[in-house]
């Protein structure tokens, strides 16, 4: 069951002015301190650090709700919760080994992912990003994006006689209307504008190699032979700084994140027993 669809059911639901209103009799305006209680549910008190946390947790299923119906939404998440924990309780149903495993590794988890979001935060900022970007930009490969026709054949045959009358004179684009079998046909064979790894890599390779106006030998790929003409040929400037700062932030964390695992396991004794005799030990 979605345990999500499950709480958000409107039998369940209970409106922010009830909440507020019949538990505490406060306005649903009231702001609270982290450790304040925000309502009741036999006796037992939620907090509104309790709501930051259930917040958090849940993450992408709340974050695009506006914010009085995202504390709505959480505050009942919380008391129903709260009532179906005491009557799993009451039913003993957390003890038992599995039980306690569960609990273990969920905390454990919990601490492992506040640990490494601490660590990957530790190696972000502005500069570490500009310095990142600047290499990048100095490796990279230049980007260019071109435009070009083709005329799309069944045969290398018949694509070395249609290269022919092109060679000649012929129009290429009017060729193509006569000639394609590939959708782009009736249009003269334009292709329009495309980039690296946007064409299967033949015909990529074919056609970055012209300069433009000059058309290519028969190139054959999965789809036929192609006769290309490239039209136009335009250097790319990089993205702007701006545009990717916060994918190479990202980027910067699961470094960090991994650079401290991997420092963590070097200094650590690792020994397995689920390993063939002679191949455990240190990891």
């Known amino acids: 069951m979605d345990m999500n669809a499950f709480f958000s059911r409107p039998a369940l639901m209970l409106s922010a002015a009830v909440v507020m209103g019949a538990l505490l009799g406060l306005p649903a305006t009231k702001s609270f301190a982290?450790?304040?209680p925000?309502?009741?549910?036999?006796g037992i008190e939620i907090t509104e650090s309790d709501l930051k946390a259930a917040e958090e947790e849940l993450g992408g299923a709340v974050a695009q709700m506006p914010e009085a119906e995202r504390r709505t939404y959480l505050l009942d998440f919380l008391i129903n919760m709260t009532l179906i924990v005491n009557a799993a309780e009451a039913a003993e149903f957390g003890q038992g080994d599995g039980f306690e495993a569960r609990m273990k590794f969920l905390r454990n988890r919990v601490l492992m992912q506040a640990t490494l979001d601490s660590e990957a935060e530790k190696g972000v900022n502005e500069e570490a990003a500009r310095e990142f970007y600047d290499d990048a930009i100095a490796q990279a490969d230049t980007q260019f994006e071109f435009s070009a026709r083709h005329i799309l054949l069944e045969t290398e045959e018949k694509a070395?006689?249609?290269?022919?009358e092109v060679n000649g004179g012929a129009d290429f684009a009017e060729m193509a209307k006569e000639h394609s079998t590939g959708p782009s046909g009736?249009?003269?064979?334009?292709l329009g504008a495309f980039r690296t790894g946007q064409m299967v890599p033949e015909f990529e390779a074919a056609a970055f190699a012209l300069e433009p106006g000059q058309v290519s030998e028969p190139v054959q790929t999965q789809f036929g032979w192609h006769i290309i003409k490239l039209e136009e040929k335009t250097e790319l400037p990089p993205p702007p700084f701006e545009e990717v700062e916060e994918q190479i932030s990202e980027l910067l964390r699961q470094r960090a994140r991994s650079a401290f695992l991997e420092g963590l396991r070097e200094g650590a004794e690792i020994?397995?027993?689920d390993q063939p005799e002679g191949e455990a030990g240190q990891q």
Not at 38 to 42: E, H, M, R
């Open 34 to 36: 982290a450790g304040e």
């Open 271 to 273: 020994e397995r027993s």
């Open 160 to 164: 070395l006689e249609v290269l022919e």
């Open 186 to 190: 009736p249009s003269g064979g334009d």
């Open 38 to 42: 925000v309502a009741s549910v036999n």
